[in-house]
């Protein structure tokens, strides 16, 4: 067990909705990261918080965003869904240490 | 930028012979480097890690990678490999504790009895 803990496990909606995944950090880390895994594109990391800033965007389309709340918890939202976006979504957590710990993943089926 | 190379989208090994999985990295700094393994349906859990102090750094499940700053490698070696190990392998790299990890695109590992 990471202490990641990711919210649902799988979803399934339909093109055009909007769904909300949470991730909860190891307790004391202060950085959140999410990653999308796809079969074509590997993993590509999204977005990234430390202590409730953002600190670094990566490949994060301009339908999805992000926030880090006081608690440190974390949701990526994604609207606008197409069926492209259909891929295992991951939170992972740092800090202090250099190593990141991960979640067991959201996998998002868009139909 | 950084950026991570995998040699070999897969790699089959036969039961108890010596696995290797190739990773090569590019970055301006020292780098922090780590092996990930992914087995099916669950998140990636970290195997090692590089962290600027011995060079030859030992994981878990009798993995080991050794840092070779002048090959910009962080190569991957057990030394018998069992049915087990058979996964998804992810070579990652970072410039600060404080940065995305930057990954590869991943080595899935099959082993053959």
């Known amino acids: 067990d990471s202490g990641v803990t990711q919210t649902p496990k799988h979803l399934i909606t339909a093109t055009g909705q909007r769904v909300t995944l949470r991730c909860s950090p190891r307790?004391?880390?202060?950085?959140v990261y999410w990653y999308q895994q796809s079969l074509d594109q590997g993993l590509q990391f999204l977005i990234q918080?430390?202590?409730?800033?953002?600190?670094a965007k990566g490949n994060i389309l301009e339908r999805f965003s992000a926030q880090q709340f006081p608690d440190l918890h974390s949701e990526l939202n994604l609207s606008s869904l197409e069926l492209g976006d259909s891929a295992l979504y991951f939170c992972?957590?740092?800090?202090?240490?250099?190593?990141?710990?991960f979640g067991q993943g959201t996998r998002l089926t868009v139909v | 930028a950084q950026s991570v190379t995998q040699l070999g989208s897969h790699v089959s090994v036969s039961e108890g012979a010596l696995v290797l999985l190739r990773c090569n990295y590019s970055?301006?700094?020292?780098?922090?480097l780590f092996w990930y393994v992914q087995y099916p349906n669950q998140g990636l859990q970290l195997l090692l890690k590089?962290?600027?102090?011995?060079?030859l750094v030992k994981g878990i499940n009798g993995f080991e990678a050794e840092f070779k700053k002048s090959e910009t490698s962080f190569h991957l070696t057990k030394p018998s490999a069992h049915m087990s190990d058979a996964a998804e392998y992810f070579c990652?790299?970072?410039?600060?504790?404080?940065?995305?990890?930057?990954f590869g695109k991943g080595t899935r590992l099959s082993v053959i009895a």
């Open positions: 992972a957590s740092s800090s202090p240490l250099p190593e990141a710990f």
């Open positions: 307790s004391g880390d202060l950085s």
């Open positions: 918080y430390y202590n409730g800033e953002e600190r």
């Open positions: 970055s301006s700094v020292p780098p922090y």
């Open positions: 590089y962290t600027s102090a011995a060079t």
């Open positions: 990652a790299v970072r410039d600060s504790g404080n940065t995305p990890l930057v």
